[in-house]
């Protein structure tokens, strides 16, 4: 009956003792599995972190979550896990914004994007998750940045060709300029009209040479829409009606009235009354300067007068009597007309250059005297009208043998380089070849430059420029730069007691030795 008893206690002994070991077993078990599953999450964050994936970062942390990997025991799992945490939001803040600027196409939250980009390293490199957008956000950035530049120019220049390159870029990748609405009010306007504002641009930007081109061209368009025989010299509203200027001695005189415009034979003398209406005053002074006009084309011979001093005289005479202007125009536009004599038509135009390039017409004559050099064929002329119409009248003439040396028959092709009204125009300024303002920019050449984006960021105050800094902080070769995680609450040590401040030592004695008294 003992045996038995013992045997039964033995087996119970055994049996408690197997449930033990299976209890170890589970426990050990369990260890192991939970070891296991650690490391694989410790690897899937590693892997996320260097793949900087921002979804499988996601699904990494939600995992260490479960496990409380936060308050891990061993810190390297406690600080990854916390870089972890602090990179995740700036990953989805960087996808977010990729995908938002390469929707909108903007170039400010094309920057902003690619600045966050720049320094966490999404998408960097082939393969890695959101490269596809990165590289297209790249592409985009260098495109707006370079039509934002052109457009900019294009708006002050007007240039037509950078004006059509820039508004059909822009249409292409939907990219929304301010400037862009400015540039199609302009193409929609008509030619000529998109020609006074090209040469107003050219003006600002002091391409008088442009500028005067550009207001020839204008001319063009308004004598090829309009009937040239509309502006004709006849036609001229300050022009005498031909009875009022035939009229003399209380007569109409047959000859004055039918040649009234016509070449004047010298051998009669001075014309009897002004061409267009003047006062009686200006009227006597108009029909003296008449003899000025002969004796520089060479009709008459003055023994008392040189031929530049005839000429200094009447460019004085029109300069400082702005009346006097249209009247002689005329003068000389009838001697020029219907003129047997060559030499003398050929010293005609050379006085015709050097008048239109030292005053202007009135802008009432203006249109009718183009409209007469243009009918004669002379384009020499034609521009150097409207360079003085650009630049203005000379201050004061040119001296007597400056007008000596361009006073040559023939010569229509001359300028001074005197001070003028509004702006001073040299002969330098037309020579070799017209400069463009702006020219076609091929916006789709254009490549992303990383440099150029980081020195961007870094006048922007958005990004250093340093080597270490530019690589992507979060590869597992680099540096954290992540603040140490917080201490686990188990290993943060209790406050010390507060102790008693200790009691301030009692005064010293006051010495009974007198001071000495203060010396200087």
């Known amino acids: 009956r003992e045996s038995s008893g013992l045997r039964r206690e033995l087996e119970y002994a055994e ?3 197997d449930i033990l070991r299976e209890s170890e077993m589970s426990l050990i078990s369990a260890e192991l599995a939970l070891r296991a599953a650690v490391d694989d999450v410790i690897e899937k964050i590693n892997a996320a972190i260097a793949s900087v994936d921002d979804e499988a970062l996601a699904v990494a942390l939600d995992q260490g979550r479960q496990l409380e990997l936060s308050d891990h025991k061993d810190e390297h799992i406690r600080t990854l896990m916390y870089q972890a945490e602090e990179l995740l939001p700036r990953l989805q803040d960087c996808r977010a914004k990729l995908h938002l600027a390469v929707e909108v196409v903007n170039e400010a939250l094309l920057l902003d994007a690619l600045s966050v980009q720049n320094m966490c390293g999404y998408g960097e490199s082939p393969g890695m998750v959101g490269h596809a957008v990165v590289q297209k ?10 039509l934002g530049d052109e457009a900019r120019i294009a708006v002050e220049t007007l240039e037509l060709d950078p004006v059509h390159e820039v508004v059909s870029g822009c249409e292409e990748i939907s990219l929304d300029l301010p400037q862009v609405p400015i540039l199609k009010q302009f193409l929609a306007l008509p030619k000529d009209e998109q020609l006074l504002k090209q040469r107003d641009a050219a003006v600002r930007l002091q ?4 500028a005067v081109r550009l207001a020839i061209e204008e001319r063009n368009i308004f004598f090829a829409a309009n009937n040239g025989e509309n502006y004709t010299l006849q036609h001229f509203p300050k022009l005498k009606s031909p009875e009022d200027y035939s009229k003399r001695f209380g007569m109409h005189w047959a000859k004055y009235k039918n040649k009234m415009l016509s070449h004047y034979n010298p051998t009669f003398g001075k014309i009897h009354t002004s061409l267009t209406v003047l006062d009686p005053a200006e009227t006597k002074q108009a029909t003296i300067l008449f003899k000025n006009i002969f004796g520089i084309m060479g009709d008459k011979f003055y023994a008392s007068e040189n031929v530049d001093g005839l000429l200094a005289d009447l460019l004085t005479q029109c300069l400082h009597n702005p009346v006097l202007r249209d009247e002689i125009f005329c003068q000389l536009c009838k001697q020029l007309t219907d003129n047997p004599n060559a030499e003398s038509f050929e010293r005609g135009w050379n ?36 360079k003085t119409l650009l630049g203005g009248n000379v201050v004061e003439i040119p001296p ?48 992303f430059d990383p440099n150029e984006l980081r020195h961007t960021l870094s006048n922007r105050n958005l990004f250093t420029i340093d080597e270490d800094q530019y690589i992507p902080v979060y590869a597992p070769s680099a540096v954290s730069k992540f603040p140490p995680p ?35």
């Open 207 to 210: 391409n008088y040479r442009r």
């Open 137 to 146: 956000a790249r592409q985009l950035y260098a495109w707006t940045r370079c």
């Open 351 to 386: 006085l015709m250059s050097l008048l239109l390039a030292t005053f202007c017409p009135s802008k009432e004559m203006e249109t009718y005297l183009e409209c007469f050099l243009r009918h004669c064929g002379k384009t020499d002329c034609v521009e150097i009208l409207h």
């Open 15 to 17: 049996y408690k003792l």
């Open 400 to 447: 007597l043998h400056v007008l000596s040396g361009l006073r040559t028959p023939g010569r229509t092709s001359l300028w001074f380089d005197s001070r003028r009204e509004h702006i001073t125009l040299t002969s330098d300024m037309w020579g070799g070849i017209e400069r463009p303002d702006q020219e076609v920019t091929n916006w789709k050449a254009i490549k």
């Open 486 to 520: 917080p201490p686990r609450v188990d290993e943060v040590a209790p406050p010390l007691p507060n102790k008693p401040k200790p009691p301030p030592p009692p005064p010293k004695p006051r010495s009974q030795v007198p001071e000495k008294p203060l010396t200087y």
